[in-house]
């Protein structure tokens, strides 16, 4: 896999900049460093090299591992699938890959047990396959990988913004325009290190589009569309306008609106769907 580092990495460690433009972890991506399967400029590099504008990155992915995480005979909801690629709209409350505390019902699980053998190893043992990720309790499209020709693609589109994301949310609040951007870098919160946050400095780009559909008083039901791809961007960046997504029990305030109060039953996570994907398919 061949990545040109963009100017927002400008400064950043090699390991750090791999773990965030691939699926691959950052103590991965420095192990592969380490052993010499990352070239920067054509040259062997060290996992805390520094990155500027226009550099090439050069990664070796290592052989498939064999599988340690169990198949699980969970049902899916298959939207497309081919020999390449399959396309999964994923439940609310469904993690999407095994971790402490979840290592089991995950899609990773149920795609383990879908696709067989037919998954990319790109992700490793706990990733296989995964090309990006939507939180918990965030319903909706995820594209995986079933060759390691098609990771390869769909992580260089992700990383190019070759693949857009449409998501529906219904929010708190009223918008006096029917459409707007929010263009604001995200970081790691400086105190709780799970939640993040808009940093005017030092922060990663981060650009979400939003569209009205429909209003209903003190509640509003979005479109938005992510010209970038951080970490809870549409949820760190409703919450710091003011309208954070209804149910969400990280950035939204802790009194819940009449509305939450009148459907407290209905409500379970964030309501925040991955509505729309669309890209380039990897192979044709």
Do not use: W
């Not at 590099?45 to 995480?69: A, F, H, M, N, Q």
Request: hydrophobic residues 35%.
């Amino acid at each position: 896999m061949i990545l040109t580092v963009e100017d927002q990495y400008t400064g950043t460690r090699i390991d750090a900049y791999l773990a965030d433009v691939t699926e691959l972890s950052r103590s991965a991506a420095a192990k592969l460093c380490d052993e010499g399967s990352v070239l920067l400029n054509g040259s062997p590099c060290k996992k805390r090299d520094s990155l500027k504008e226009g550099d090439t990155v050069t990664l070796e992915l290592p052989e498939p591992e064999e599988y340690t995480v169990a198949a699980e005979d969970i049902p899916l909801d298959v939207v497309f699938e081919d020999g390449d690629i399959i396309v999964i709209n994923k439940p609310s409350g469904m993690v999407v890959h095994p971790a402490p505390g979840n290592y089991s019902g995950t899609l990773v699980n149920a795609l383990l047990h879908h696709c067989r053998d037919s998954l990319s190893g790109i992700g490793g043992v706990m990733r296989p396959g995964i090309v990006h990720r939507i939180d918990k309790d965030t319903s909706g499209l995820l594209v995986v990988a079933k060759c390691d020709l098609a990771h390869a693609e769909l992580s260089a589109l992700l990383e190019h913004h070759g693949i857009e994301r449409e998501y529906r949310a219904l929010v708190r609040g009223g918008f006096p325009e029917d459409e707007g951007t929010v263009d604001l870098p995200i970081a790691r919160h400086p105190v709780d290190r799970k939640k993040m946050a808009v940093a005017p400095e030092g922060g990663k780009r981060a650009v979400t589009h939003y569209t009205v559909l429909e209003r209903f008083g003190g509640i509003t039901y979005l479109a938005l569309r992510l010209e970038t791809g951080r970490t809870h961007q549409i949820r760190v960046h409703m919450s710091h306008r003011g309208h954070a997504l209804l149910g969400d029990p990280v950035y939204a305030p802790s009194t819940p609106t009449p509305f939450e109060l009148r459907h407290a039953k209905l409500i379970d996570g964030q309501l925040l769907h991955a509505a729309k994907l669309s890209f380039p398919h990897p192979r044709t």
